[in-house]
């Protein structure tokens, strides 16, 4: 018996359509694949899940000093005159993180080994780099994912099956977060 399904791909192929297909499912909560592709990208899901439901408050709050640049009212930096020089004015800001634990910051790396980045653009400047933001998906499942799941244990996803696809008639499911 087989440890995985080759789903008729290369090594490279099959893991980066994994990767990119674990990357949807985080994201969006729910995706529509093949069974045979919902039940690998399953498999890796609730691993993910589980890792942070484990880790979810393995972290500690510390209060940091930051040096910020002060702003005008048009948004730009507060230029004053030292020695003949131009100088950004700064000022000191009370900041309060979260400072990973060990087991917590493996987790996290795991984690981002296993999904893409994913880049948000806003539907008025698409196309344009301006106004892009990456999303947090590590955050995402740590912060809203995991609470949800802490009393659960494992079980993370679930397959619906929808129907054949027109084309093949390979058989469609709804890939979805619980």
């Known amino acids: 018996m087989a440890m995985y399904r080759k789903l008729g791909k290369s090594s490279s192929q099959r893991k980066a359509l ?10 969006h909560g729910r995706i529509v694949t093949t069974e045979a592709r919902a039940k690998e990208v399953r ?5 993910l899940v589980a890792l942070a439901v484990r880790e979810k ?11 910020v640049p002060k702003k005008d009212k048009d948004g730009k930096r507060v230029k004053e005159v030292v020695d003949g020089k131009k100088v ?7 900041k309060t993180i979260k400072k990973d634990n060990a087991s917590r910051l493996n987790a996290r790396k795991l ?10 653009v806003p539907k008025a400047v698409a196309g344009k780099k301006r106004n892009t933001k990456e999303i947090d998906l590590v955050a995402k499942l740590f912060d809203e994912i995991a609470p949800k799941y802490v009393d659960r244990n494992g079980g993370y996803t679930r397959i619906v099956k929808i129907g ?11 890939l979805e977060l619980v």
């Open 88 to 94: 950004t004015v700064f000022d000191n800001v009370e």
């Open 18 to 27: 994994l990767r990119s297909q674990v990357t949807a499912v985080i994201y």
């Open 164 to 174: 054949l696809r027109k084309g093949d008639a390979a058989m469609e499911v709804v």
């Open 111 to 120: 984690i981002i080994k296993e999904i893409y980045t994913v880049t948000d």
């Open 43 to 47: 498999k890796i899901v609730d691993h």
């Open 57 to 67: 408050d393995n972290f500690e709050t510390v209060t940091v000093t930051a040096k």
